[in-house]
Each structure stands twice: as structure tokens, then as C-alpha cells.
């Protein structure tokens, strides 16, 4: 059973998510949350000893939200790239909240920061997962792996912030669905990193996996 104070303390949560999407780190306000959970101040610093902390506290569950949701496959990158496009598509709020932090928080370095570890772990996790590929075979091995992540995010988010362009390019526009606005996304990445399967070959008798493009 959920206690009062567990209760107080997830409308907090809820209410800084909504807060901070809307106005960033900086331009958040403690009393605007506090009304918003229906709470106070005073209960907002008891459970969060500041903005920041309570910034860091939502913005690092988002990212460990948005990572499971999407599940990066380096093997497969244009099928991870369509479902990064659909996960902000359906959640374009957490996008901006994300974005305030790498404007407001994280823009400074600071290796005692729980929620820049997630990040640094999320990052070295991604590109774990690409220089495995390559080491197998199934990802051209000339890429950086750092490169390879960065590039298949912008990818991905190429349409988050910009669908309004498909309706100022008027006529121009041949399919003005949100479909060919993701196809179109999953085609970038296909011609860049194409996906992967493994199919068994055998080698001296012995079953071995092989990707091929």
C-alpha cells in the first residue's frame, strides 16, 4: 500500500516532469510544482534538497524510460532509429525535457553527478554495442562508434522538433503523412548502416553465426 508521503512524493515527481519540460531547469519554479502536486514547498525540499537534485532525480528516469522503450540493436540501427522517432513522437514533452538538461545541467562537466553517470553509462553502453557489432562482422568497422551513435540519434530525432515543416513546404510535399516522415527516417539510417541478420554457416564442421547486410 502506498503511503501519504510516497503519494506526495510521486505528484511531485509527475508535477517537475511537467514543470521542467515546460520551462527548463532555469526557468522552473518550486511553488509552481508545489501547486501543482498539491503540496508545499516546505514537502518539495523534504523529499528533493533542491531544484537541480530534483531536476537530475526526473530527467535520469527519463532516460532510463526512453533507453528501455527503445532498446538500442546495433545490428538492427534503422529499426532502433524508427523507434526513437516514435517514442518522442508519442512523448514530445520528454524530448524537451531532455533537451533543457543538456542546456541547464549538464552543459559542465561534473564526475560526481549521479544523472551525468547515467548519461556517460547510457553513452559507453551504446557504443559498447556498435564496437561489438563491428568486432563481428556486422557493422562496417571503419565507423568511429561514438560516430555511429550520434549519427543514428540526430537521425532519428530529425522530425521531433520540425513536423511543422511539412505543412509550411505546402505542395511540395508528396506524402505529408507521419508514416513517410518515419519511413523516410528508417531509409536514412538503412543507407548508412544497413541492418544485420545472422544466418549459420558452417566452417570446418564446425556451426558458426554470420551477418550479412
Known sequence: ??????????????????EFAQFGVAGAR????????????????????????LYRFVAERELVE???????????????????HDYFLAHPDHLRLMQWGRLDVTAVDDPDDPF????????RRGVEQVR??????????????????????????????????????????RDRSIAARRAAIVAAVSAIFPATVAV??????????QGVG
Open 132 to 173: 561489438r557489432a563491428q568486432d563481428a562482422g556486422r557493422l562496417d568497422a571503419a565507423w568511429d562508434p561514438i560516430d555511429v551513435v550520434v549519427l543514428v540519434n540526430q537521425i532519428a530525432l530529425s522530425w521531433a522538433w520540425q513536423v511543422d515543416l511539412v505543412e509550411l513546404a505546402g505542395p511540395d510535399v
Open 30 to 53: 518550486i511553488d509552481r510544482i508545489a501547486r501543482r502536486a498539491k503540496s508545499s514547498k516546505e514537502r518539495v525540499y523534504a523529499h528533493f534538497r533542491s531544484k537541480d537534485t
Open 116 to 123: 551525468q553517470d547515467t548519461v556517460r553509462e547510457t553513452i
Open 1 to 18: 500500500m502506498v503511503t501519504a508521503s510516497e503519494a506526495t512524493r510521486d505528484r511531485i515527481i509527475a508535477a517537475a516532469t511537467d
Open 66 to 84: 526512453m533507453s528501455q522503450a527503445t532498446r538500442l540493436d546495433a545490428t538492427d540501427l534503422p529499426g532502433y532509429a524508427g523507434r526513437v
Open 200 to 209: 549459420p554457416v558452417e566452417t570446418s564442421g564446425v556451426r558458426a553465426e
